[in-house]
């Protein structure tokens, strides 16, 4: 038998046109060559054009796939994506009080059409609650918007929502770029002391899913062992690299295409 392979638990929702959510997840952990484990918080009715309904997962039954796994698997990476309401998070932030491991966190509000993945009260919870057990947070510049409390359009904003952030106390606050105006996709890492910025090109490709792909390409890579600056330089070429190659499954949205398609 084969020596075991490392396994990454992504907790989000799940989407049946596999361009967001946990099959998107798998499909990048697979890439990464790290076994996917998934828990399901939520599901979401949606397809390559538009999202109609969200049904949360009850937290006991959230509660009953995390002690499954954990019993079962070596879990030392989490990724952690659309909770959906504030009793899984509740449930999530119990867990993970007392089962310690790295965990990347993707705060999912709602979905880039601006339906909501979440329920209200969110934002502050997530501060609150699960940020101070984060290796690293990910949020987009809406998301860093609404969890910093002012618009956040800039480099210098954000700089300024990342400091902010950094209080809720995560090791690392990442604020992706892929939304900024110009040229350049810069991303902002900020870890308390020092800021670092990734760069690069922006492509016009209005793919789904690109938020989950890259914090499940981070979570892979500290999987593998490697360092947090690597693991992000990583998962940057790697999406920019998806985003080359997306492609139309369906009559909407471009999205993830694997490398080896059925
Ligand atoms: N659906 C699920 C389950 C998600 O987790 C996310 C984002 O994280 C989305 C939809 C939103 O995807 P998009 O930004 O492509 O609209």
């Known amino acids: 038998m084969k020596k075991n392979k490392k396994v990454v ?3 989000g929702g799940s989407d049946p046109s596999s361009g967001a959510g946990i099959q998107v997840d798998i499909l990048t952990l697979l890439e990464h060559k790290v076994f996917p484990c998934s828990v399901v918080a939520s599901v979401t009715s949606q397809n390559s054009s538009k ?3 969200t049904y949360h997962i009850p937290s006991s039954v959230l509660l009953n796939q995390l002690e499954v796994v954990f019993e079962d698997f070596d879990i030392k990476v989490v990724k952690i994506g ?13 867990f993970f009080s007392s089962h310690p491991v790295i965990l990347v966190i993707d705060p999912v509000l709602e979905s880039t059409s601006g339906f909501p993945l979440v329920e209200q009260n969110m934002v502050n919870e997530l501060k609150e609650k699960l940020f101070p057990l984060a290796k690293l947070i990910t949020p987009n510049l809406s998301e860093a918007s609404r969890f910093a409390g002012f618009k956040v359009e800039n480099i210098s904003d954000m700089k300024r929502a990342a400091l902010i952030l950094k209080e809720t106390d995560p090791e690392w606050v990442l604020i992706k770029g892929g939304h900024l105006k110009g040229r350049k996709c810069v991303d902002v890492l900020y870890d308390g002391k020092s800021f670092r910025e990734f760069l690069s090109e922006k492509l ?6 690109t938020g989950c792909i890259f914090s499940s390409a981070i979570a892979a890579n500290l999987a593998l062992g490697y ?4 693991s992000i330089d990583m998962a940057k070429s790697y999406l920019l690299k998806k985003l ?3 492609h139309m499954p369906g009559c909407g949205r471009p999205q993830f295409s694997p490398n080896n398609p059925a």
């Open 204 to 209: 016009r490709v209005n793919m789904r899913g």
């Open 244 to 246: 080359k190659t997306a």
């Open 82 to 94: 659309m909770l959906g309401t504030l009793k899984n998070l509740d449930t999530v932030f119990n």
């Open 51 to 53: 999202i109609t309904s």
């Open 9 to 11: 638990l992504t907790i």
């Open 227 to 230: 360092d947090i600056f690597t």
